[in-house]
């Protein structure tokens, strides 16, 4: 038993150095929703209301915007990089989470391969490098699951790891409902019943007092994210679910962990039966019930919306490989199942070859690429290094005095308000409004062009110059244009 939990200490440690060592060598920075976060919170450290009205300003979530005014506390300008850190390190937390959620309901086998499977998601390792609130979210979850495990004696502390997550995302909240209906009856007296009932109240009671307070609305999240839905031109409406379901979980944990998920889950529910296997029953069965209300609903349907089952469907791909192992030693059940599984790796070690060898576009689809994920870092360091480069010199910065700074639309504004320090009407985006002077950027690569400048659909006219802007400077991924009243030039200030 001392040698098992020797193991598994190291394997965390090892999990948490991984983590420290991708986010010292492959610097990356936040995605857009995450740098409007730290914006937000230092609004609050300067005294003022989070912009959450912004124009195709993200859904906020309460906890990440107090998340980002402490790091900016803490770090100043280095809070992007340091939010990175901690996105990172909640990866390592959510794998190590999955493996002690596998190996309690499963066993240390199953665990460890759940474990696996999570750990080569390139969508959850993307999400960790570009400072997502899905990563604390799931590390909270995941550890809430942990305990719930354990029993009824440990459901108040879940619960208050599922209230912080409700912080982060709405999807907690069905989870505190579950929780509190499978512990409430042998929850240990009425304090505990109390907490219980109050846990499952309070991070949507929050939510919406937070709207209430900056925004006047206690449902302005809901609306708002409908209403940009709506303006982005993305797929919404309970039709566009069942495609999507499939396609997202596919590209979230690939095709074969899904298949061996589904036949984990059915030798589960035979097996060790419904009440043994209920938490991850509950994150798989919560987390699909949530991606079709946002179907119900009308808001975005997106991959980040299914996160929470494909961490279970791990689980149970874990068990189906695996779960022979929690078997009697010379059982003729486990001999069988141990073949079967030998037989499946087999196969699937022979298939990922294959494709690999003879069909490369195609295992893109299927087999997990740590290519895939080191290209995207780079890239987004590089548009990162070229965004802030550009807006570094001193000619861009002397002519910011002509008017506000314009990118082709919202996709970049939060990283250009960061990087210098200015309000809402000081950067805007074309798509929303034109402006006669001022300091416009320009993305100039190929990828950054179709990834940025043409971002749901913008207008072509919004990524060429406006009569009357002369270039001032450029970097490889971003050109700065400018118009000072009726000259091209302005005296240029420090």
Same mark, same amino acid.
């Given at each position: 038993? @001392? =040698?098992?939990?020797? *193991?598994?200490?190291?394997?965390? !440690?090892?999990?948490?150095? $991984?983590?420290?060592?991708?986010?010292?060598?492959?610097?990356?920075?936040?995605?857009?929703? %995450?740098?409007?976060? /730290?914006?937000?919170?230092?609004?609050?450290?300067?005294?003022? &209301?989070?912009? =959450?009205?912004?124009? #195709?300003?993200?859904?906020?979530?309460?906890?990440?915007?107090?998340? !980002?005014?402490?790091? +900016?506390?803490?770090?100043? &300008?280095?809070?992007?990089?340091?939010?990175?850190?901690?996105c990172l390190l909640s990866h390592a937390t959510l794998v190590v989470g999955a493996y002690r959620l596998g190996a309690a309901v499963f066993g240390r086998w199953s665990g460890v391969l759940g474990a696996l499977f999570v750990a080569s998601s390139a969508s959850f390792l993307l999400y960790a490098a570009r400072g997502y609130v899905d990563m604390p979210f799931l590390a909270l979850v995941v550890w809430a699951g942990v305990l719930a495990a354990a029993g009824s004696a440990a459901a108040v502390p879940a619960m208050a790891l599922l209230v912080l997550a409700g912080l982060l995302r709405p999807e907690a909240w069905v989870l505190a409902g579950l929780l509190w209906a499978g512990t409430v009856r042998s929850a240990r007296g009425r304090r505990d019943r109390v907490l219980l009932a109050l846990g499952v109240l309070a991070a949507p009671v929050l939510w919406a007092l937070v709207d209430v307070v900056s925004t006047g609305d206690p449902l302005h999240s809901l609306n708002a994210t409908s209403a940009l839905a709506d303006d982005l031109g993305r797929e919404q409406g309970l039709a566009a679910v069942p495609g999507a379901f499939v396609s997202f979980v596919g590209a979230t944990v690939r095709p074969p962990v899904f298949l061996l998920a589904l036949v984990g889950g059915w030798l589960a529910v035979r097996g060790p039966g419904v009440g043994a296997v209920r938490v991850p029953l509950a994150l798989a069965l919560a987390g699909i019930v949530t991606f079709v209300g946002t179907g119900v609903l009308g808001l975005s349907i997106l991959p980040r919306y299914l996160t929470v089952p494909s961490i279970a469907f791990c689980l149970f791909a874990g068990y #189906?490989?695996?779960?022979?192992?929690?078997?009697?030693?010379?059982?003729?059940?486990?001999?069988?199942? $141990? @073949?079967?599984?030998? !037989?499946?790796?087999?196969? +699937?070690? *022979?298939?990922?070859?294959?494709?690999?060898? /003879?069909?490369?576009?195609? %295992?893109? +689809?299927?087999?997990? %690429?740590? +290519?895939? *994920? %080191?290209?995207?870092?780079?890239?987004?360091?590089? &548009?990162?290094?070229?965004?802030?480069?550009?807006?570094?010199? @001193?000619? *861009?910065?002397?002519? /910011?005095?002509? !008017?506000?700074?314009?990118?082709?639309?919202?996709?970049l504004v939060p990283d250009a308000r960061w990087a210098l320090d200015l309000p809402r009407e000081r950067v805007t985006a074309r798509s929303a409004r034109r402006r006669p002077q001022g300091v416009a950027l320009f993305l100039i690569s190929r990828k950054g062009l179709r990834r940025y400048g043409f971002a749901d659909g913008a207008s072509p006219t919004t990524n060429v110059p406006d009569p009357g802007f002369a270039p001032v400077e450029r970097t490889r991924e971003v050109a700065a244009f400018a118009r000072c009243g009726d000259r091209r030039d302005a005296p240029i200030t420090e």
């Amino acid at each position: 038993m @001392r =040698f098992a939990r020797g *193991v598994e200490l190291a394997g965390a !440690g090892a999990a948490v150095l $991984a983590a420290l060592l991708v986010w010292a060598l492959a610097p990356t920075y936040p995605n857009y929703d %995450s740098y409007y976060h /730290l914006v937000w919170g230092r609004e609050l450290l300067d005294g003022l &209301t989070p912009t =959450f009205e912004a124009y #195709a300003a993200p859904t906020k979530h309460p906890l990440y915007v107090a998340v !980002g005014a402490v790091l +900016g506390a803490l770090f100043g &300008t280095g809070a992007d990089r340091a939010l990175v850190a901690l996105c990172l390190l909640s990866h390592a937390t959510l794998v190590v989470g999955a493996y002690r959620l596998g190996a309690a309901v499963f066993g240390r086998w199953s665990g460890v391969l759940g474990a696996l499977f999570v750990a080569s998601s390139a969508s959850f390792l993307l999400y960790a490098a570009r400072g997502y609130v899905d990563m604390p979210f799931l590390a909270l979850v995941v550890w809430a699951g942990v305990l719930a495990a354990a029993g009824s004696a440990a459901a108040v502390p879940a619960m208050a790891l599922l209230v912080l997550a409700g912080l982060l995302r709405p999807e907690a909240w069905v989870l505190a409902g579950l929780l509190w209906a499978g512990t409430v009856r042998s929850a240990r007296g009425r304090r505990d019943r109390v907490l219980l009932a109050l846990g499952v109240l309070a991070a949507p009671v929050l939510w919406a007092l937070v709207d209430v307070v900056s925004t006047g609305d206690p449902l302005h999240s809901l609306n708002a994210t409908s209403a940009l839905a709506d303006d982005l031109g993305r797929e919404q409406g309970l039709a566009a679910v069942p495609g999507a379901f499939v396609s997202f979980v596919g590209a979230t944990v690939r095709p074969p962990v899904f298949l061996l998920a589904l036949v984990g889950g059915w030798l589960a529910v035979r097996g060790p039966g419904v009440g043994a296997v209920r938490v991850p029953l509950a994150l798989a069965l919560a987390g699909i019930v949530t991606f079709v209300g946002t179907g119900v609903l009308g808001l975005s349907i997106l991959p980040r919306y299914l996160t929470v089952p494909s961490i279970a469907f791990c689980l149970f791909a874990g068990y #189906a490989l695996a779960g022979f192992t929690t078997l009697a030693p010379r059982s003729a059940a486990r001999r069988r199942w $141990a @073949r079967a599984a030998a !037989g499946v790796v087999a196969i +699937g070690a *022979v298939a990922t070859v294959a494709l690999l060898v /003879l069909a490369p576009g195609l %295992s893109r +689809g299927v087999v997990p %690429s740590p +290519g895939r *994920v %080191s290209e995207e870092l780079r890239f987004i360091r590089a &548009t990162h290094d070229g965004l802030v480069g550009v807006l570094d010199r @001193r000619a *861009v910065r002397g002519r /910011l005095r002509c !008017g506000p700074l314009t990118l082709p639309n919202y996709r970049l504004v939060p990283d250009a308000r960061w990087a210098l320090d200015l309000p809402r009407e000081r950067v805007t985006a074309r798509s929303a409004r034109r402006r006669p002077q001022g300091v416009a950027l320009f993305l100039i690569s190929r990828k950054g062009l179709r990834r940025y400048g043409f971002a749901d659909g913008a207008s072509p006219t919004t990524n060429v110059p406006d009569p009357g802007f002369a270039p001032v400077e450029r970097t490889r991924e971003v050109a700065a244009f400018a118009r000072c009243g009726d000259r091209r030039d302005a005296p240029i200030t420090e």
